[in-house]
């Protein structure tokens, strides 16, 4: 897959996806937001590939939206912006093969929301998590104010929405924002052995997993029960099931396939 602004690499069934802007720190406009979403549904897609990593090039993750591109729009030109990368972030959160957030550096606006659109988040001790919109007159408009109050709480969310001062990886990990603490030199093979682990248990059930999670996060306590019940039921029919729970019977590691 030729991009521009992105290097994608799969090895070992791990792809990792670099946002490579650095001259900009990575800042996200139309043209990358459009690869980033060619280049996952591709990923989703790749029998190859069992958990993809997102991390930035040089000094930053994503260090938030590119502000020349809205500086002067309209409240219509706006919505629309906001509404695609949304739509690039949904889809990311969607995605039936676990999404890790390597956040190397800033991690700010934009950033940060794409941070939560992943599945799991490894920081860097050095990393900054933020979501300054409020200091240009705006709010987060990528899922910011919506993801983070359902990931770390009301009143911590609010805290860093409402001042826009950043935080760092330390404390993103305090407070729950960050899943996992890494030193910068160790960030990629801490989340690539994590990745690793993952694709050693059944592909069917990860994904599976994250559906369950998707799908009764925000529903009742019985409703999400109910999704739970089906998709748990879902498995039956999988080889996977039978080879996991026969591998268990039998004391030996199991050997998956995905069907």
């Known amino acids: 897959m030729p991009f521009e602004l992105l290097l994608v690499e799969t090895t070992d069934r791990i792809a990792t996806v670099t946002i490579n802007r650095p001259d900009k720190l990575n800042a996200l406009n139309a043209a990358m937001l459009a690869e980033l979403a060619t280049a996952m549904g ?3 897609a790749d029998h190859n590939v069992g ?3 997102i991390t930035g090039a040089g000094r930053s993750f994503v260090a938030g939206a590119d502000i020349g591109e809205i500086a002067a729009e309209s409240s219509t030109a706006l919505e629309a912006f906001a509404r695609k990368g949304q739509g690039t972030f949904r889809a990311i959160e ?10 190397n550096g800033f ?4 950033g940060c929301e794409l ?11 050095k990393a900054k998590f933020g979501l ?5 007159g705006l709010i987060p408009g990528y899922g910011g104010t919506q993801r983070l109050p359902r990931l770390v709480g009301r009143g911590p969310a609010l805290k860093l929405i409402l001042s826009g ?9 305090r407070i729950g924002l960050a899943d996992m603490l890494a030193e910068p030199d160790a960030l990629m093979a801490t989340t690539r052995a994590f990745a690793a682990g993952i694709l050693a248990v059944g592909p069917v059930a990860v994904a599976r997993a994250l559906e369950a999670v998707d799908l009764g996060l925000d529903r009742s306590l019985d409703e999400g029960l109910d999704v739970e019940a089906k998709l748990f039921s879902s498995l039956g029919n999988t080889s996977d099931m039978r080879e996991g729970t026969r591998a268990f019977i039998e004391k030996r590691a199991a050997v ?4």
């Open 132 to 136: 300054p919109e409020v200091k240009l």
């Open 94 to 103: 969607r995605t039936q093969k676990p999404v890790i957030a390597a956040v």
């Open 42 to 44: 591709a990923l989703a």
């Open 115 to 125: 941070a939560l659109a992943c599945h799991v988040r490894v920081a860097s001790t």
């Open 107 to 110: 991690a700010l606006g934009g």
């Open 51 to 53: 958990a993809i990593i």
């Open 256 to 259: 998956f396939t995905g069907s």
């Open 165 to 173: 001062e950043p935080i760092d990886g330390t404390e993103a990990h």
